[in-house]
């Protein structure tokens, strides 16, 4: 995920272990593409917790609680859990749920198994859209909100300038992020300096608020306020939002960077900052309002917000990439329909623009921002598909590290039981925040969740009925020399995804015209469930004349199929993919005598069909070569 941005740090060039070689510019990329998200924490993760404490004023003791419990989530969610542990299970160098999700797949042995790991896969891909929603409306007006700190006059500013940042954001995505890109590492270098330096300041002017690193402040807190801290939980877990781009971005930065910039940067700037915010509070209770600006000098103030709000640009250009990433996997893993997917770059396969992606994440941003119109109503709704996200993680990891690495049930239960643990205690207290918000990223995922299980059912029914209703290719073979079918000269080439049966176009060619080309391409296009595809493909002759090719893509890819066709058969003069006939299939779908989908799947299914790319642009095949001859399919 996010590897259009990433890309924009990382060079091509790797050692010959494969690793990248570790340089000030990789780590500069890593800070300006992984930590954005977690970097705009402090922006409102510490007000929003101690708001929940704040209506009889608040004590040095549960200021010193709710800082112990975000420092001790930094240190077990995101350093131990994904930094330490997670960061390991890569998928052939990505990271990511999906890639989690396709390790975990082949771990197990069952069909149901891998039905369950779907599931949960699925889940946490339908989570990350709904955080990929709240990301940037959350972030951009919690940064445009400090010009309130300034000046309470700006007040009625915020909502206009919040969208006009935002608008621009998505509208320039068409562009690609390459340019935007050069300058994202040095300005979050510049913010995690800054949140650590203010912090260091306010912390030499209140240094008693280094206890709060003791974890017996967040115990000490948990015992005494029982019900009310585990429903603070569902603030605290706001500093921790973005953990899962650690793993996500392990494929275009390596671990061992990701690794080092956390723990000798990342991390101390952001204790540094959250104690810091926690001494001002200490000294000046009123500084509650706003902690995060109220912590800079006066004159900075202004600058503070031009720079939070270029971090938090970052932080959504971060997750609107990651959202294309999502996407396109999506439709190589079979779970969407076929997408409209840009390239925005010559050079770089990831940097890609989905269109229908960024209009949907436009239109829920916009809508965000004039529903709840303040970060602190946001906060409720934010967090939900984060812990989700993370539940999918340590349930999938768990399962992973048994059957790959070797690990042991019992040291399996021992490290994930109770990261599990604490992951569903930060998911349960933001059920709480449902009826707050909380039901914005459910509404979204669930709603995800049931077009990808619908098209993923529907793709199935249409192959099953394919199978029954095609003629096997072996027999098509055997009868073929009797036929005395008139050869014409040409190239046909016919895509199908059912490698063993005829294709319905050729059947139908063969009926209404009665010839046949000289020359017959079979073409299946397989996804495979990794990043990128070991073979792009494989050409066998079935008779003369007559091919099977089958190209494999991985699900970072996007498929060419002209162009790979033409470098299977590079030396093969005869064969010009640009001057073939490709001859497709177009479905028309109808409802059967028993259906075997409910009324609201076959409606779903069949508008998301109409609605799919054309295979011609999907594949990249030329226009002006296709054939499309129509067939009705009952399912």
Not at 94 to 111: H, Y
Not at 199 to 217: C, F, K, Q, T
Not at 370 to 395: E, H, K, M, P, W
Request: hydrophobic share 50%; with cysteine; net charge neutral.
């Amino acid at each position: 995920m996010f590897n259009d941005l990433a890309r924009t740090f990382v060079t091509s060039h790797t050692s010959p272990g494969g690793a990248r070689p570790l340089t000030l510019g990789l780590l500069v990329g890593v800070l300006g593409v992984v930590y954005g998200d977690i970097g705009t924490s402090p922006l409102y993760a510490l007000r929003a917790a101690l708001l929940h404490f704040s209506s009889d004023g608040l004590e040095r003791w549960e200021v010193l609680g709710v800082l112990s419990l975000i420092v001790w989530s930094l240190i077990l969610v995101v350093t131990l859990k994904y930094v330490l542990i997670v960061l390991r299970a890569d998928n052939r160098g990505e990271g990511g749920i999906l890639a989690l999700m396709a390790l975990a797949q082949r771990a197990v042995v069952s069909e149901r198994a891998r039905g369950i790991v779907l599931l949960i896969g699925i889940a946490g891909a339908c989570l990350f859209f709904g955080d990929g929603i709240i990301t940037p409306a959350i972030s951009v007006l919690s940064a445009v909100e400090g010009l309130k700190v300034i000046s309470p006059t700006f007040g009625e500013w915020v909502i206009p300038i919040s969208l006009v940042v935002l608008v621009a954001l998505f509208l320039v995505q068409y562009r690609g992020s390459h340019a935007m890109g050069r300058i994202f590492g040095p300005v979050m270098v510049m913010w995690f300096a800054l949140l650590g330096l203010l912090g260091l300041v306010e912390i030499v002017r209140e240094p008693g608020v280094l206890a709060a690193l003791s974890p017996h402040h967040a115990i000490r807190f948990c015992i005494t306020y029982q019900l009310a801290a585990f429903v603070a939980l569902g603030s605290v877990v706001l500093a921790v939002t973005g953990a899962e781009a650690l793993y996500a971005d392990m494929g275009h930065f390596g671990s061992r960077p990701i690794r080092l910039a956390w723990l000798f940067f990342v991390l101390p700037s952001l204790v540094l900052n959250y104690l810091g915010q926690g001494a001002l509070v200490l000294g000046d209770p009123a500084a509650l309002d706003n902690p995060f600006f109220l912590l800079a000098p006066e004159w900075l103030r202004l600058p503070m917000v031009v720079l939070a709000t270029l971090a938090t640009i970052i932080a959504s250009q971060a997750m609107i990439s990651g959202a294309f990433s999502i996407a396109r996997q999506c439709v190589q893993l079979g779970l969407l329909p076929r997408l409209v997917v840009r390239h925005t770059s010559e050079t770089e396969e990831g940097q890609i623009y989905v269109p229908q992606v960024n209009f949907a994440l436009l239109s829920g941003v916009v809508v965000l921002v004039l529903t709840f119109r303040n970060s602190d109503s946001l906060a409720a709704a934010y967090g939900i598909a984060v812990t989700g996200t993370f539940l999918a993680t340590s349930c999938l990891a768990g399962l992973v590290f048994h059957k790959r690495f070797g690990w042991s049930w019992p040291l399996v239960v021992v490290v994930f039981l109770p990261l599990f643990l604490l992951d569903l205690a930060f998911f349960l207290s933001n059920v709480l925040k449902i009826p707050d918000g909380g039901w914005v990223p459910l509404l979204l995922g669930a709603l995800l969740y049931g077009q990808m299980l619908t098209w993923r059912r529907g793709r199935e029914l249409l192959f099953s009925r394919f199978r029954q209703d095609s003629l096997p290719l072996k027999s098509f073979l055997a009868r073929l020399p009797q036929s005395r079918t008139i050869r014409v000269p040409g190239v046909a080439v016919f895509m199908t995804g059912q490698a063993d049966y005829v294709p319905n176009a050729l059947l139908h060619n063969l009926k209404h015209n009665k010839v046949l080309h000289e020359r017959i391409i079979f073409v299946t296009v397989i996804n495979e469930d990794v990043p990128t595809a070991a073979e792009r493909g494989s050409v066998e002759t079935l008779a003369p004349g007559i091919h099977r090719v089958m190209l494999r893509y991985g699900f970072l890819e996007s498929p060419n199929v002209p162009r790979d066709l033409d470098a299977l058969h590079g030396d093969d003069n005869t064969f010009e993919p640009m001057q073939a006939s490709y001859f497709l299939g177009r479905e028309t779908l109808v409802q059967a005598t028993v259906p075997k989908m409910s009324m609201w799947q076959q409606w779903l299914f069949t508008v998301m069909s109409r609605n799919s790319l054309p295979a011609t642009e999907f594949f990249r095949i030329p226009s002006d070569r296709v054939v499309e001859l129509g067939v009705r399919i009952a399912i």
